[in-house]
């Protein structure tokens, strides 16, 4: 009896051998980046209450209640 896939088989075998991966190190120290956080109080200038001057002039850009 003759084996048809023998020349697969061999072929296959090669291909496992030669496509060997090198262990890669885990943890090393180089590796560990470290991320700082801004502080979260930070204020913002979309974050300021309205003074009065600009609250007066809010009430004009308001839409007006009648219909047309």
Known sequence: ???RNAA???HFLKVAIADRIAT???????????????????RHRSVRPISAKHAQASRFLQQSPHEY
């Open 8 to 10: 697969f088989r061999q």
């Open 24 to 42: 890669i190190p885990a943890h090393r120290p180089q590796d560990h980046i470290t991320l700082e956080m801004a502080p979260l109080e930070i």
């Open 1 to 3: 009896m003759v084996d």
